[in-house]
């Protein structure tokens, strides 16, 4: 049960498909020591930048993942 909104990972939908792995992870909330400790968690962040983190939104930012399951705004225009 996730009870402290401080210390999680959560992501919008990034996967359409039923058939990928990690589709029950997209547009979900994990404990971010359980996310830490998970052995797909590199796969889960590399997957999230390859389809959502690399999008330029506004023609001015994107959203990436770093390997804590951190999400950053970047500019593109730096």
């Known amino acids: 049960m996730i009870e402290d909104d401080r210390d ?29 400790a998970w052995d797909q968690r590199q796969f889960f962040v590399d997957e999230y930048n390859r389809l959502l983190g690399s999008a330029v939104f506004l023609g001015s930012f994107k959203h990436p993942m770093d390997d804590d399951g951190n999400v950053t705004t970047v500019s593109v225009h730096n």
């Open 8 to 36: 999680i990972v959560a992501t919008t939908q990034f996967l359409d498909s039923s058939d990928h792995p990690l589709w029950k992870y997209s547009d979900a909330v994990m404990h971010r020591k359980c996310f830490e």
